[in-house]
T-cell receptor, first 116, second 114 residues
């Protein structure tokens, strides 16, 4: 079974530039998550999709971050404009569904973003 | 407000001995807890979980204990192996809630010395 795919693996940009990350979840997984992991901290949920609808985006800095999940499969996370404090690993995860049997989330390898 | 806390940033144990990783939580609504393991340059991988209706769950060398009154859980690895060296994250959620959002702790770096 293929895992969660993310690209790119690494990205270096200057502050005020824009950047986009892509995620392809495990086939059949209805729930997709984007997490931000700053060095030395645990992953923090930015946004959660159930199919192509947003379930939770309470911690997404909406003035600069946006995300979409077209057709309930792939997802993109965009930052525009980037700030130095956005330097982090951005993790995409997916799970079968919310409120059902499987709460376990499967993570991709992440995209390491460095803003200089 | 850190709802899930792992107060030990690092832990070093000898191969073959027991590793005990601790986690505390503050939100009494949490009723499902998970441990994830993370190697460098990889995403976290699920290790073991426990529901609040249990106080112990075992899977091979890994056992998680839950003390609801103390809002504390621990992961025991016996015997520890060098391949267990990784960062371990504790996570909590409200099972069947509106979002099943996972709240992660800050992680504990486990080093198992050969």
């Amino acid at each position: 079974e293929a895992g969660v795919a993310q690209s790119p693996r690494y990205k270096i940009i200057e502050k005020r530039q824009s950047v986009a990350f892509w995620c392809n979840p495990i086939s059949g997984h209805a729930t997709l998550y984007w997490y931000q992991q700053i060095l030395g901290q645990g992953p923090k949920l930015l946004i959660q999709f159930q199919n192509n609808g947003v379930v939770d985006d309470s911690q997404l800095p909406k003035d600069r971050f946006s995300a979409e999940r077209l057709k309930g499969v792939d997802s993109t996370l965009k930052i525009q404009p980037a700030k130095l404090e956005d330097s982090a690993v951005y993790l995409c995860a997916s799970s079968l569904g919310q409120g059902v049997v499987n709460t376990e989330a499967f993570f991709g390898q992440g995209t390491r973003l460095t803003v200089v | 407000d850190q709802q899930v806390k792992q107060n030990s940033p690092s832990l070093s144990v000898q191969e073959g001995r027991i590793s005990i990783l601790n986690c505390d939580y503050t939100n009494s609504m949490f009723d499902y807890f998970l441990w994830y393991k993370k190697y460098p340059a990889e995403g976290p991988t699920f290790l073991i979980s426990i529901s609040s209706i249990k106080d112990k769950n075992e899977d091979g060398r890994f056992t998680v204990f839950l003390n609801k009154s103390a809002k504390h859980l621990s992961l025991h690895i016996v015997p520890s192996q060098p391949g267990d060296s990784a960062v371990y994250f504790c996570a909590a959620t409200t099972y069947g809630g509106a979002t099943n959002k996972l709240i992660f702790g800050t992680g504990t770096l486990l080093a198992v010395q050969p």
